[in-house]
């Protein structure tokens, strides 16, 4: 992963609470269940905000190698 931008939109308020509360319990998972919850928080980041796949996987510090569906 790289730098992510997940840390400063979870306590966002111009970030959907959904969005939020998905990064945070991300962040909160254990090592082996990071990835896959911080794939489940893109998918929710970009339902609720319309930002590009792309993008919302780069904010959250995943590889913009897969999609967001």
Known sequence: MGLSMAPLLMHSEHVPTEAREAIRAAYEAPP??????LKAAARVLHDTTGLECSDVR????LPDDGDCA
């Open 32 to 37: 082996p269940y990071r990835s896959a919850s």
């Open 58 to 61: 780069e904010l959250v510090g």
